[in-house]
């Protein structure tokens, strides 16, 4: 997985470069011009093509000047745009600018014209924590309506560097140079959005930075998936890849248990078993004939069955189309209360556990939980705006106090870990946003685990092919006529490409 900072550890880093590795302020700026004028050149090669970078006080309106000198030396027509005062200027961008004077490249303190091909904001980069609004906040909007391609250095202006916030006006990105390593408000929405394509340039601020104090955050991508694959064995039985049991589905509602079976076993487990409502008997049978299930009428037979098959399984899911009634109530308190397995809660699990989280606390097994908004809202009692205004926070948090892994579903899924630090998904599209989908993510989280995987792994993993599957559902049918069936059956195919893609990242 790749490491993802928050503008504070990226600071630090950035600090621990110059001061305990002796790099030069000048030099990391230098190299990070560098990453921008060469995304330039590598797209317009046109040297008539028509620049304008628009220039903060901070260090990112360094990186600005720098940029448009070393373009306007290769030969680019260059102009810049500087709307806040010389005396507000840290000393490396007042330098910057002195050079571009010393060049006699245009500076303008006002947007002189409206027909650019090229524009770069390099005007606040990560150390913005407050809305951006008056004056800038209405350039950014002008510049917005321009049509040329737009670059942000490091970060779109308006965007918080830490949770992808953008409380007020935004610069819309199409491409984003960021340096060292991607931001999380690169990643998560609305940030993403303006990010655009991300292009992490390397300027000389590596892990050796980190000097035993890394970064809280990682994200996972298909390009590093492929680490997170088990190991099948050539020597192996159905017993090798671990059993499955899945409590789900009421009456009439056999639907979410077929999904989550069946993405049991695409995620490899060996064998599934179903417990459900009698009602979905031969429905599941038909459809799923790979597949044991088991039914009860009663709160008792529920029980029973309860206690019969947990022995049988290495991992548990309970949630999916179950129902809040007496039954399901009874079923999910007898699973935390008597069992140490390994357990996904889901759907109307979350549901009843936000009723009496008692439940959560007390389990001693290993437990993911995978809430959307509003039923992580409803688990820490908090409004969808608060859970939604820091991913990373709410899903961290929770994790932390119940000591379960935390997979917050939304555009972007956040994974929290008990042990501290999370992880952020950028796989999948807005078409996954369809009944049964979150169904399949907790079957195939559940097949991940019975593997005798760790559970942050299982969930970083399943979800993130998860996504890769809406992707390829995507490009089959597009995003608006996608079902849960399309993700379902690219599941395999997900993994297939998964354990074909190069390892990219340790």
């Given at each position: 997985m790749?490491?993802?900072?928050?503008?504070?550890?990226?600071?630090?880093y950035?600090?621990?470069?110059?001061?305990?590795?002796?790099?030069?302020?000048?030099?990391?700026?230098?190299r990070a011009?560098?990453?921008?004028?060469?995304?330039?050149?590598?797209?317009?090669?046109?040297?008539?093509?028509?620049?304008l970078?628009?220039?903060?006080?901070?260090?990112?309106?360094?990186?600005?000047?720098a940029?448009?000198?070393?373009?306007?030396?290769?030969?680019?027509?260059?102009?810049?745009?500087?709307?806040?005062?010389?005396?507000?200027?840290?000393?490396?961008?007042?330098?910057?600018?002195?050079?571009?004077?010393a060049?006699?490249?245009?500076?303008?303190?006002?947007?002189q014209?409206?027909?650019?091909?090229?524009?770069?904001?390099?005007?606040?980069?990560?150390?913005?924590?407050?809305?951006?609004?008056?004056?800038?906040?209405?350039?950014?909007?002008?510049?917005?309506?321009?049509?040329?391609?737009?670059?942000?250095?490091?970060?779109?202006?308006?965007?918080?560097?830490?949770?992808?916030?953008?409380?007020?006006?935004?610069?819309?990105?199409?491409?984003?140079v960021?340096?060292?390593?991607?931001?999380?408000?690169?990643?998560?929405y609305p940030?993403?959005?303006?990010?655009?394509?991300?292009?992490?340039?390397?300027?000389?601020i590596?892990?050796?930075s980190?000097?035993?104090?890394?970064?809280?955050?990682?994200?996972?991508?298909?390009?590093?998936v492929?680490?997170?694959?088990?190991?099948?064995?050539?020597?192996?039985?159905?017993?090798?890849?671990?059993r499955?049991?899945?409590?789900?589905?009421?009456?009439?509602?056999a639907?979410?248990?077929?999904?989550a079976?069946?993405?049991?076993?695409?995620?490899?487990?060996?064998?599934?078993?179903?417990?459900?409502?009698?009602?979905?008997?031969?429905?599941?049978?038909?459809?799923?004939?790979?597949?044991?299930?088991?039914?009860?009428?009663?709160?008792?037979?529920?029980?029973?069955?309860?206690?019969?098959?947990?022995?049988?399984?290495?991992?548990?899911?309970?949630?999916?189309?179950?129902?809040?009634?007496?039954?399901?109530?009874?079923?999910v308190?007898?699973?935390?209360?008597?069992?140490?397995?390994?357990?996904?809660?889901?759907?109307?699990?979350?549901?009843?556990?936000?009723?009496?989280?008692?439940?959560?606390?007390?389990f001693?097994?290993?437990?993911?939980?995978?809430?959307?908004?509003?039923?992580?809202?409803?688990l820490?009692?908090?409004?969808?705006?608060?859970?939604?205004?820091?991913?990373?926070?709410?899903?961290?948090?929770?994790?932390?106090?119940?000591?379960?892994?935390?997979?917050?579903?939304?555009?972007?899924?956040?994974?929290?870990?008990?042990?501290?630090?999370?992880?952020?998904?950028?796989t999948?599209?807005h078409?996954m946003?369809?009944?049964?989908?979150?169904?399949?993510?907790?079957?195939?989280?559940?097949?991940?685990?019975?593997?005798?995987?760790?559970?942050?792994?299982a969930?970083?993993?399943?979800?993130?092919?998860?996504?890769?599957?809406g992707?390829?559902?995507?490009?089959?049918?597009?995003?608006?006529?996608?079902?849960?069936?399309?993700?379902?059956?690219?599941?395999?195919?997900?993994?297939?490409?998964?354990?074909?893609?190069?390892?990219?990242?340790?």
């Amino acid at each position: 997985m790749y490491e993802l900072v928050n503008s504070q550890e990226m600071k630090l880093y950035d600090k621990n470069t110059i001061e305990t590795f002796g790099v030069p302020s000048a030099v990391l700026m230098e190299r990070a011009s560098l990453a921008i004028a060469d995304a330039v050149a590598g797209r317009f090669r046109r040297k008539n093509t028509k620049i304008l970078i628009i220039c903060g006080s901070g260090n990112n309106g360094g990186d600005g000047f720098a940029a448009g000198r070393i373009l306007f030396l290769r030969g680019y027509s260059v102009e810049f745009l500087a709307p806040m005062q010389k005396d507000r200027m840290t000393e490396e961008t007042a330098l910057q600018r002195r050079i571009v004077e010393a060049y006699h490249i245009p500076v303008f303190s006002q947007l002189q014209g409206s027909s650019y091909d090229v524009i770069i904001d390099a005007l606040f980069g990560i150390g913005l924590s407050r809305p951006l609004e008056g004056a800038l906040g209405s350039l950014v909007h002008t510049l917005n309506e321009l049509k040329a391609y737009k670059i942000a250095a490091d970060i779109a202006s308006g965007i918080f560097a830490d949770t992808g916030e953008a409380p007020a006006t935004a610069f819309y990105a199409d491409l984003t140079v960021t340096f060292g390593f991607a931001k999380v408000g690169h990643l998560l929405y609305p940030g993403a959005e303006h990010t655009g394509e991300l292009i992490v340039a390397d300027i000389g601020i590596g892990r050796q930075s980190f000097l035993g104090k890394k970064p809280m955050g990682r994200y996972v991508s298909r390009e590093c998936v492929k680490e997170l694959l088990p190991m099948r064995k050539a020597y192996s039985n159905k017993g090798t890849y671990g059993r499955v049991l899945i409590i789900a589905g009421s009456k009439q509602m056999a639907g979410a248990a077929y999904f989550a079976a069946k993405a049991a076993y695409a995620a490899g487990c060996g064998l599934v078993r179903v417990l459900t409502a009698k009602e979905n008997r031969n429905v599941l049978s038909a459809q799923l004939p790979e597949a044991i299930v088991n039914v009860y009428q009663t709160e008792r037979e529920a029980a029973d069955a309860l206690e019969t098959y947990l022995p049988w399984a290495d991992a548990v899911l309970i949630g999916c189309g179950l129902s809040t009634d007496t039954v399901a109530r009874s079923l999910v308190s007898g699973l935390l209360s008597h069992s140490e397995k390994k357990v996904v809660l889901d759907a109307d699990a979350l549901n009843l556990l936000s009723e009496d989280m008692r439940l959560l606390e007390s389990f001693h097994g290993t437990c993911i939980v995978t809430p959307h908004l509003k039923e992580m809202s409803r688990l820490v009692h908090k409004t969808v705006e608060e859970v939604s205004k820091d991913l990373p926070k709410s899903a961290q948090s929770f994790a932390q106090r119940y000591q379960a892994v935390c997979a917050l579903k939304d555009a972007r899924t956040v994974i929290g870990l008990p042990e501290g630090g999370f992880i952020v998904n950028v796989t999948g599209n807005h078409g996954m946003a369809t009944g049964g989908s979150g169904d399949a993510l907790a079957g195939y989280l559940a097949g991940f685990l019975a593997q005798n995987m760790p559970a942050g792994q299982a969930a970083a993993l399943g979800v993130c092919l998860h996504g890769m599957a809406g992707d390829l559902a995507a490009e089959e049918k597009g995003a608006f006529g996608m079902t849960a069936s399309d993700i379902l059956n690219q599941l395999p195919y997900a993994a297939k490409r998964a354990s074909e893609t190069e390892q990219s990242s340790d």
